[in-house]
C-alpha cells in the first residue's frame, strides 16, 4: 500500500504510487505512519534523493517527514524550494534568479522562507493561495488550477497533472488571467530563467 508522503501541486500529502523524482520536507509532520500536521513552520524545501551516500529510515520518531515530489515543478508548486546543501547549485541559481527577478540583493535562506511561506499559505491556516496573473506572463514550469486540475505550463500547451502522472494537454488561453498555484516569487524565479525539472510526460 502506497505511503501518505507524495505531495501534489496544491501542496496536499497524499498516498499513491507516483515516482518521485525530488525528495524534501516541511519539518516533523507525522506521528508512527500518519500525517498529522500540514507544516512544521517556514522552511519547506526540494533535496535530492542521493546525497553523498546518506540513507535515512522513513517515519523516524523525533526527525523530519520525507516527502517526495514528482518533479521539480510539482515541487515548487507546492510552495518548495531547492535545499542550500544537498542541491547547492540549484539554490545559488534559484537565489539568484528570485533576485534578479525582483530586483533585490541576493536573498538569505531565512528571507526567502518567510516571503514564500506568505505567498502559499493564508496565514495560521493550511489554506492554499491562488494567485491572479496574465496567461500572457506565465514561464514554463508554472502550475495552474484548473476545472480539471492542476497543470501545468509548457511552451504554448497546459498538461495535467493527475495522482496517476501528467494526463491530457490543451492549448494554453492567450488572454485573461490564470489561477497561478506557483508562489510569484517562485514564478519570478522561473521567468529569470530557473530551469526547474520537469518530466517528460508533460512535454
Known amino acids: 500500500m502506497p505511503e501518505q508522503n507524495r505531495v501534489t501541486p496544491d501542496g496536499e500529502i497524499v498516498a499513491i504510487p507516483l515516482r518521485c523524482a525530488w525528495t524534501g520536507n516541511r519539518g516533523i509532520l507525522h506521528d508512527g505512519h500518519r500525517i498529522r500536521r500540514f507544516h512544521a513552520g517556514d522552511l519547506w524545501i526540494t533535496c ?17 517527514t520525507w516527502l517526495y515530489f514528482h518533479d521539480e515543478a510539482v515541487s515548487l508548486a507546492a510552495g518548495h524550494r531547492p535545499c542550500g546543501e544537498c542541491r547547492r547549485g540549484a539554490y545559488l541559481t534559484y537565489r539568484d534568479a528570485w533576485a534578479d527577478a525582483l530586483s533585490v540583493p541576493p536573498p538569505s535562506a531565512e528571507q526567502m522562507n518567510r516571503q514564500l511561506h506568505g505567498e502559499r499559505i493564508v496565514r495560521g491556516t493550511h489554506i492554499r493561495r ?3 496573473m496574465p496567461w500572457r506572463e506565465l514561464p ?3 502550475f495552474v488550477r ?10 504554448d500547451h497546459l498538461t495535467t497533472w493527475t495522482p496517476a502522472g501528467y494526463g491530457a494537454r490543451r492549448r494554453r488561453p492567450r488572454r485573461g488571467e490564470a489561477a497561478v498555484l506557483t508562489p510569484p516569487s517562485s514564478v519570478a524565479a522561473l521567468r529569470a530563467g530557473y530551469p526547474a525539472q520537469l518530466d517528460d510526460e508533460a512535454r
Open 130 to 132: 491562488v494567485h491572479a
Open 140 to 142: 514554463g514550469g508554472v
Open 48 to 64: 535530492a534523493l542521493d546525497f553523498r551516500g546518506r540513507w535515512s529510515e522513513q517515519w523516524l520518531p523525533h526527525h523530519f
Open 146 to 155: 484548473t476545472a480539471t486540475g492542476p497543470a501545468v505550463v509548457v511552451d
